[in-house]
């Protein structure tokens, strides 16, 4: 982890930071830059910002669609009907993606992402105006 990234985290419990880290030993992870190979080769590739509304309100990258992680796995069957369709999932900083990922691998989703570094890194790698 990065010295940024590094104290960011240790602004946050150590239990939420477990849980965090749990989480992302089960999901798929990329990070700006994977992202970017992803959008420029992926055929069908569906982005969800997961942040809260004014989040997503405030800047969100070209074509994805908000799903808060409050209501992702109430909602998430009527966006998406097909299991193995490629989800990337971001949010500020990749901790609230990776947890929302893993539901979403535990409800059955098979080809689940999240942005290690969310919209900071999205942003870092310039694919936001």
Not at 56 to 85: Q, T
């Amino acid at each position: 982890m990065d010295a940024d990234r590094l104290a960011h985290a240790k602004a946050h419990p150590p239990r939420f930071l477990a849980r965090v880290e749990s989480c992302r030993s089960r999901v798929q992870e990329c990070d700006g830059e994977g992202l970017a190979a992803m959008l420029t080769g992926e055929a069908g590739l569906l982005i969800i910002d997961v942040r809260e509304r004014h989040e997503f309100e405030a800047g969100h990258l070209a074509g994805a669609v908000h799903v808060s992680k409050g209501v992702l796995e109430r909602d998430i069957e009527a966006l998406v009907g097909n299991v193995d369709a490629r989800l990337v999932l971001y949010c500020g900083g990749g901790f609230r993606s990776a947890i929302a990922a893993a539901s979403l691998v535990d409800m059955g989703y098979t080809d689940v992402w999240s942005v290690w570094g969310g919209w900071r890194a999205i942003k870092a790698a310039g694919l936001v105006e």
